[in-house]
């Protein structure tokens, strides 16, 4: 074996092994600070959580179907839940166009009693399906539509 | 392949198939364009939720594909530079960094444009966006690191490192939408069960990402052309002051 074909074998493996390094640290890295990484709590992961109470904190899921009250001044009462857990909103101000029932949702705002949030701030989360309206409707009528299932 | 690969390591005959190359590229970026443009614009469907808005799709999601595909083709580049030295490598993945940004530039500017009517924030801290935004200071440091060092080897073998070195942000964009709750939604395209998008709405998508990815390509064909023509110019400067002495 000549010197260069042995000076490119020390590159291939110091590259292995330098790339194999970072990944590693920087996916154990990331898998400890999952908790600061993640933009919203789903209701469930908020039961699990302790000392919430008055903190600044984002939760996300679907406004469930039926529980939208509107009253005067803008305010709005609306109920989120992920399929498993529910938590209750409290909301005044202007709403995202795709706010509505069965909609993802996320609120920026504070637990302030047992399993109340009130929120100062609404983002509507849209989910990864594109279709024109004409095929909504289609699948509405056939039945095989699936509000939101993939949120 | 690596016969291909060490005939055009000649600098003389890249630059001379790369010549060749580039109108037809060019002329194929502007049909692709025009046609992807078209579809988009005036023949593809409005969203059943979000209307017209989701005609914005069609820049931003190619743009974004892009920066991360340049950004994979820099690493490529850059393993190539590394391990065998490959000298247009160096020059490829040079020419390529200033693309990338322009295209993570518009997918930020874009997605944020769309996030206003949709989402109903111009812009959050989440894991997708966030990534998204540490990309393009890559692809800037990247470009500035490459020109802060007048030694051609070494400002190469640098720019080389520091690409392989990020390099674990692509799968962390990637992936990010699915790990860690963002309010950016997951993939529709590249994902378990098929796209979730309606194939009317597929058509425009994918000839828009045709003419971005010829696109890239004219384009880094055209700056490693500039960078060979640069290269010589100086070889003859030095040459002109050394015969003066």
Not at chain 1, 16 to 43: C, E, H, K, Q, V
């Amino acid at each position: 074996m000549n010197i260069a074909r042995i000076k490119r074998r020390r590159r291939i493996l110091f590259l292995l092994l330098g790339f194999s390094a970072l990944s590693i640290s920087g996916t154990l890295i990331l898998l400890a600070t999952r908790d600061s990484i993640i933009y919203f709590y789903s209701p469930t992961e908020l039961l699990n959580k302790n000392n919430i109470e008055n903190k600044l904190i984002r939760i996300g899921g679907l406004v469930k179907t039926g529980t939208l009250k509107r009253k005067e001044n803008l305010k709005i009462n609306f109920v989120v839940e992920d399929g498993k857990n529910e938590i209750k909103v409290e909301y005044q101000g202007i709403l995202p166009d795709l706010f509505r029932e069965g909609q993802g949702v996320i609120c920026e705002g504070k637990v302030i009693k047992n399993n109340i949030f009130s929120a100062y701030k609404i983002l509507a989360k849209h989910d990864e399906n594109y279709m024109p309206p004409e095929v909504a409707d289609a699948l509405k009528k056939s039945g095989k539509w699936r509000e939101g299932e993939n949120n | 392949m690596i016969k291909v690969l060490n005939y055009y390591a000649n600098p003389g005959r890249f630059r001379r198939l790369s010549e060749k190359m580039y109108p037809w590229s060019l002329g194929l970026t502007i049909i692709f364009l025009l046609l992807g443009l078209w579809f988009a614009l005036f023949n593809s469907p409005p969203d059943y939720q979000q209307g017209e808005t989701v005609r914005i799709m069609y820049v931003h999601v190619p743009s974004a594909w892009m920066s991360l595909f340049i950004y994979s083709a820099m690493t490529i580049f850059s393993i190539f530079s590394l391990i065998w030295k490959h000298p247009m490598a160096d020059l490829l993945c040079k020419s390529s960094a200033p693309i990338g940004a322009c295209f993570t530039l518009i997918a930020l500017v874009t997605g944020s444009i769309w996030g206003k009517p949709t989402w109903g924030t111009w812009w959050v801290w989440d894991a997708r966006l966030t990534s998204v935004f540490i990309l393009f200071l890559i692809y800037m440091g990247l470009i500035g690191l490459v020109r802060a060092i007048d030694d051609q080897v070494k400002s190469a073998r640098a720019c080389a490192i520091l690409t392989l070195m990020c390099a674990i942000i692509i799968p962390f964009i990637k992936f990010s939408v699915d790990y860690w709750n963002t309010l950016h939604q997951p993939a529709s395209i590249i994902r378990a069960g098929g796209p979730s998008i309606h194939h009317e709405m597929l058509i425009p998508l994918f000839l828009m990402a045709v003419s971005f990815m010829i696109f890239y390509f004219s384009f880094v064909l055209l700056n490693a052309q500039t960078e060979l023509y640069q290269r010589r110019l100086k070889a003859i400067f030095i040459k002109n002051v050394e015969d003066k002495k």
